[in-house]
T-cell receptor
Framework: AQSVAQPEDQVNVAEGNPLTVKCTYSVSGNPYLFWYVQYPNRGLQFLLKYITGDNLVKGSYGFEAEFNKSQTSFHLKKPSALVSDSALYFCAVRDRLGGSGNTPLVFGKGTRLSVIA | DGGITQSPKYLFRKEGQNVTLSCEQNLNHDAMYWYRQDPGQGLRLIYYSQIVNDFQKGDIAEGYSVSREKKESFPLTVTSAQKNPTAFYLC?????????FGQGTRLTVV
C-alpha cells in the first residue's frame, strides 16, 4: 500500500528566510512524487514532480524538492520565502508499478505554510 | 486549472436530498478522480475511473455514486445515505504522470 506522511500541520517562517516542508512516503516499488499547492477555496495547483533522473527537482515559483531514496523523503524547499507563498501544501505519491498506470495519487494531510512579513 | 471545470462552485443541500456535482475535462485524459477534502484530513479518494464506462470505489465510496458515460464527464452524486456530506469536493484528471484539478465544489447541508 502507498502512503504519505507530512509530519507538520503548520510551518511558520519569516519572509526572506529559507523554508522546508517535509514529506516522507511509502510505496512497494519506485515512486512518482509530487507537490501541489492550494489557496483558499481553490483547487490544487501543480508545483513539481520527481519521475526519474536528478534527485533535485526544480518547479514553479522558485520551489524545489530533493528526492532521497534511502530516507524515503521528498522535502519541499525554497531559498527565500515570500508572504504570497502562504498556502496549504500537499505531497503525493504513486507507485510506478501501479497496474495500468492510471492508479490514483495518494496524498498527505497537508501542511499549512505561513510566511510572516 | 488545467482544463477541468467543476460546477457549481457552491452547493447547498437539504437533508435527505441527492445532489450531483459536475466535472468536465477537455484534456483528453482517460483517468478521472473524485476526492473529498475535510480540514486536517487532506484529500480522500471517493471514486475513480480509468476509462469510459468503468469506475472503481476509493477509500470512502459509501453514500456516493458516479457514472462515466463520456470521456469528458465524471459526475458525482452525493446520496442521502452519505451521513456527513458537508465538505469540499475536488475532481481531477490525469495523464500518464501528472494530475490536474478543478476548482472544487463546496457542498453544505442545510
Amino acid at each position: 500500500a502507498q502512503s504519505v506522511a507530512q509530519p507538520e500541520d503548520q510551518v511558520n517562517v519569516a519572509e526572506g528566510n529559507p523554508l522546508t516542508v517535509k514529506c516522507t512516503y511509502s510505496v512497494s516499488g519506485n515512486p512518482y512524487l509530487f507537490w501541489y499547492v492550494q489557496y483558499p477555496n481553490r483547487g490544487l495547483q501543480f508545483l513539481l514532480k520527481y519521475i526519474t533522473g536528478d534527485n533535485l527537482v526544480k518547479g514553479s515559483y522558485g520551489f524545489e524538492a530533493e528526492f532521497n531514496k534511502s530516507q524515503t523523503s521528498f522535502h519541499l524547499k525554497k531559498p527565500s520565502a515570500l508572504v504570497s507563498d502562504s498556502a496549504l501544501y500537499f505531497c503525493a505519491v504513486r507507485d510506478r508499478l501501479g497496474g495500468s498506470g492510471n492508479t490514483p495519487l495518494v496524498f498527505g494531510k497537508g501542511t499549512r505554510l505561513s510566511v510572516i512579513a | 486549472d488545467g482544463g477541468i471545470t467543476q460546477s457549481p462552485k457552491y452547493l447547498f443541500r437539504k437533508e435527505g436530498q441527492n445532489v450531483t456535482l459536475s466535472c468536465e475535462q477537455n484534456l483528453n485524459h482517460d483517468a478521472m478522480y473524485w476526492y473529498r477534502q475535510d480540514p486536517g484530513q487532506g484529500l480522500r479518494l471517493i471514486y475513480y475511473s480509468q476509462i469510459v464506462n468503468d469506475f472503481q470505489k476509493g477509500d470512502i465510496a459509501e453514500g456516493y455514486s458516479v457514472s462515466r458515460e463520456k470521456k469528458e464527464s465524471f459526475p458525482l452524486t452525493v446520496t442521502s445515505a452519505q451521513k456527513n456530506p458537508t465538505a469540499f469536493y475536488l475532481c481531477a484528471s490525469r495523464n500518464l504522470v501528472e494530475a490536474f484539478f478543478g476548482q472544487g465544489t463546496r457542498l453544505t447541508v442545510v
